[in-house]
Structures are given as C-alpha cells and as structure tokens.
C-alpha cells in the first residue's frame, strides 16, 4: 500500500513559481503528476522513471515546469515556473505499478488528495 501526500499549492500570480511537493510512503516506482479542473478529465503533466531521469512532460508546460525525486526521502517535486492561468487547477501526485513512466491515468495505482494551484490573471 502506498500513501501520497501533496503540498505546496496556492495562489500566485501570472508568471510567478510555486514549487509542488509529493510525499510517499511505501515502495514506489514511476512517479506522475496529473492535473484536473471542474468538469474536465484528469490531465497528464510530468512523469518521472524509478530512478529518476526517464521525464516525459506535457506540451503545455515543457520547459517551464521540471519534475525530480528524491529517492532516499521518498519524495516527488514539480517545479513550476512562468505560470498561467490555464495552469490553474487541483494538482494530483501519482504512483505508478512500472518502473518506466506513463503519460495516462490507468497506468497509476495511487494518488494523492491533491493541492489546489490558482494563477490570476
């Protein structure tokens, strides 16, 4: 069983950084972060292999966000910079059951309560 715990969050303004963090416990493999707004579908936004490295990212925020890990603390952060208002949403960690990262939901077994992210405009 895996527990994930995301923090972080908040509101900030266009251009801004917030850095997103993810605390797990239990054995881990590839780590996601997923995003979601009110009435649309849980969107892909950054993965990362087992061991780190392996990053896959979004269109939408390539280059301006950076996924990373601390493996020994067991934690997943996302780096967020330039932000936008599209980039406001509730921000979702995700625990993978593969080594190697996936870019769909289905792919995750565990996931956070999620962290709420408001860029105004």
């Known amino acids: 069983q895996v527990q994930l715990v995301e923090s972080g969050g908040g509101l900030v303004q266009t251009g801004d950084s917030l850095r997103l963090s993810c605390a797990a416990s239990?054995?881990?493999?590839?780590m996601g972060w997923f995003r979601q707004v009110p009435g649309k579908v849980r969107e892909f936004v950054a993965a990362m292999g087992w061991s780190g490295g392996s990053e896959h990212y979004a269109d939408s925020v390539q280059g301006r966000f950076t996924i990373s890990r601390d493996v020994g603390k067991n934690m997943v952060y996302l780096q967020m910079n330039s932000l936008k208002p599209e980039d406001t949403a509730v921000y979702y960690c995700?625990?993978?059951?593969?080594?190697?990262?996936?870019?769909?939901?289905?792919?995750?077994?565990?996931w956070g309560q999620g962290t709420q992210v408001t860029v105004s405009s």
């Open positions: 995700g625990a993978g059951r593969t080594i190697i990262p996936a870019t769909t939901t289905d792919a995750y077994d565990y």
């Open positions: 239990g054995r881990t493999y590839a």
